[in-house]
């Protein structure tokens, strides 16, 4: 399968605790996007690399959150000291660098703080 | 990034048309129209999108209006296997923006 892939799928973990998440894009993608995804909305916008570099960031992505893309591949996402707030999907998107720039998405990781 | 309005939820029969209908009426003239669904515990895919004219791939057919503000998403024989979360998206084209999703129309495909 050579599509989006996202590890781990689900994550459970406590308050205060921080997690990170792992995303790998279809090969050659150089554009790649985090969203967040709580139940009965649609997905929401985090932050977005150009190869390694960010270049866009949420509002929502707050002081706990960070990003990273540091080879232009694989990307992390870390969440420290997790609030129950945070429990949500957490989806992945990559795209190629031409104008038909649909995103191709993975299967999201499903992060339950307690 | 204009804003979408859909209906929350529709019903079809297997086997029939299922028709998803959007409106966008402060669209700019530099903003296509895209959709994506989502299919229970998957990430979102992408379906079709277009600017004026009518497109049709081997998903869907998108049906925009002359004026540009509203559309209408066609699976032309809807199966189960397409009950899901439609979401219309507003976007400029070529770019590298983010998509802004709405809450979306659940279509339920039923025997």
């Known amino acids: 399968d050579t599509g989006v892939s996202q590890n781990p799928r689900h994550k459970i973990t406590k308050r205060g605790q921080n997690v990170t998440f792992r995303c790998d894009p279809i090969s050659e993608h150089n554009r790649l996007y985090w969203y967040r995804q709580t139940l009965g909305q649609g997905p929401e916008f985090l932050t977005y690399f150009q190869n390694e570099a960010q270049l866009e960031k949420s509002r929502l992505l707050s002081d706990r959150f960070s990003a990273e893309r540091p080879k232009g591949s694989f990307s992390t996402l870390e969440i420290q000291r997790t609030e129950q707030g945070d429990s949500a999907m957490y989806l992945c998107?990559?795209?190629?660098?031409?104008?038909?720039?649909?995103?191709?998405f993975g299967p999201g990781t499903r992060l339950t703080v307690l | 990034d204009a804003k979408t309005t859909q209906p929350p939820s529709m019903d079809c029969a297997e086997g029939r048309a299922a028709n998803l209908p959007c409106n966008h009426s402060t669209i700019s003239g530099n903003e296509y129209v895209y959709w994506y669904r989502q299919i229970h515990s998957q990430g979102p895919q992408y379906i079709i999108h277009?600017?004026?004219n009518n497109e049709t791939n081997e998903m869907a057919s998108l049906i925009i209006t002359e004026d540009r503000k509203s559309s209408t998403l066609i699976l032309p024989h809807a199966t189960l296997r397409d009950t899901a979360v439609y979401y219309c998206i507003v976007r400029v084209y070529g770019t590298a923006s983010k998509l802004t999703f709405g809450t979306g129309t659940r279509l339920q495909v039923t025997l």
């Open positions: 998107a990559s795209s190629p660098d031409r104008a038909n720039n649909e995103q191709f």
């Open positions: 277009g600017l004026k």
